[in-house]
């Protein structure tokens, strides 16, 4: 298992010290040591950053820290790898261009080949250049929404389709992933995955794997709007939202538009997340 | 105008002698001060760092010295806006995938809008996401090579294809550019654009435009095979090869192996090039 870092808001800001928690679990809090990458949209650019060194330890990983990019759309990755070696055509966020933006996907789980349903989609407009389940399970999203609509519609319509997609990717295996647009983020769970909205009146936050506290309310303004998006909480005196098993949102501007969510909602625990990636081969001594 | 680098070799190599001379073009000894770009085949994978900064005092282009990856494909560019505004997205080196592989752009010179001739071939596998005519070449060369090959065919027909969609788009304005799929590289030049092939004995070199030398032969083996594009020489010391007006090269393992040039060779000089470059409104005050 992989661990999974997203931001969607309302106004540019800066990631730094979320990524500064997450980072530590690359090699250093935890065991997710096979590279890392993040990306950063600004206007319909991207900023991406990738590395096959453990993100503790990635002076690419320094930069990011000194230069303290601001975005509305941030999507981060460390990586155990399961499928793939360790390179840097396998690591994540994954980028391509649909409809005339760049799309990005980072994916935390473990899948069997999607052969079988790309079966049913060949890869006409979207091909994977690395050997992961991730990339082919993101190639597989693009082509089928690429094959079905020859300019964008809106996000309603979207997300359904979407939400459409990933339930038949889901019987494959383990499936968290984020996925954004630049404009829109989108999160699903199928095993861990959780969610923090700041806003105002803002307070102070303690990260969990380093002993750093910020005070929000010095670096916001009052219409400020984040959402975080991580697969276990970053910080220790926050509350997190855990997404239920199967969940989908979509985050724009801070906040929730769209949301999916079994009427049976389950959720795993940390433990009973790991046990299951274990037993289909994705895991993980321990996650902290 | 703004300016181009281009690596191929037989061997993985740092390029940082030649990206330290070629980044104090952008704000220190040249005014291409629109941001740079430059992008590192490693395998199947690219590692991509863009900076809408001057390349000269950009804090990316301080971690490329430090890191000195070391890539058999490498393509650079540093911008002087003519077309689109200053952005992320109109950034180069602009990359897509294609047949599974991901291809890299990089462009010098003016284009008129091609929507013209995009009218024979719509935007059906590739759409631009920024504003410049440079990425809008490029999505034109990857949608007629795919809609014409479903899978990739050898490098002498590939050859051929390119050199038959460059003359197309040349009669648009300007067109210098380097293009890579990580395997080969390929230069053509439509006003300025040299080169130079380093291999055994390798000697020592001088910047032009810093006060730095090395010596090769001590961080060479006798097989390495370098080759280096640039429009302008970088060294003061050797001598590099001008590209005739219209030459199409292929680069593999550090050599030449396919050549398109007319026969009546013309080669314009660089007042004489930057006298056409402010003929069509891309001028630049100087290019040393």
């Known amino acids: 298992m992989c661990q999974l870092l997203g931001m969607n808001c309302n106004t540019p800001t800066d990631i730094v010290f979320s990524f500064e928690g997450f980072r530590r679990r690359g090699g250093l809090t935890d065991v ?14 991207v900023r991406i950053y990738q590395d096959d060194r453990p993100s503790a330890s990635s002076p690419v990983a320094d930069l990011i820290k000194g230069y303290q990019i601001k975005s509305k759309n941030v999507i981060a990755h460390i990586r ?3 499928f793939g070696q360790v390179s840097l055509a396998n690591t994540h966020p994954f980028m391509r261009e649909l409809w005339g933006e760049y ?12 052969d079988q349903i790309f079966s049913d989609s060949p890869q006409q407009y979207y091909r994977p250049v690395g050997t992961t389940d991730s990339e082919q399970a993101f190639c597989y999203i693009l082509e089928n929404l690429r094959q079905k609509y020859n300019h964008k ?24 992933f984020t996925l954004t647009n630049g404009d829109w983020m989108m999160a ?20 969990l794997d380093d002993d750093v506290n910020i005070d929000f309310s010095a670096v916001t303004t009052p219409n400020d709007r984040v959402a975080v998006i991580a697969t276990l909480p970053l910080t220790c005196n926050e509350q997190w939202t855990q997404l239920a098993q199967n969940e989908l949102l979509m985050f724009k501007e801070g906040e929730i538009i769209f ?17 299951k990636a274990r037993a289909i081969g994705a895991s993980t001594n321990t996650v902290t």
């Open 32 to 45: 997710h040591v096979d590279g890392f990458g993040i990306a950063f949209f600004e206007g319909k650019g």
């Open 259 to 275: 949301r999916d969510c079994p009427d049976d909602t389950q959720f795993l625990s940390i433990e009973d997340a790991l046990a």
């Open 80 to 82: 155990k790898a399961t």
């Open 153 to 176: 519609p809106n996000d309603e319509i979207l997300f359904n389709e979407i939400k459409h997609l990933t339930e038949k990717i889901r019987p494959m295996g383990i499936l968290n």
């Open 188 to 207: 699903h769970s199928n095993t861990l995955l959780h969610y923090i909205i700041r806003q105002a009146p803002f307070g102070e936050a303690k990260l």
């Open 103 to 114: 799309w990005l996907f980072a994916h935390n789980g473990h899948l069997q080949s999607l």
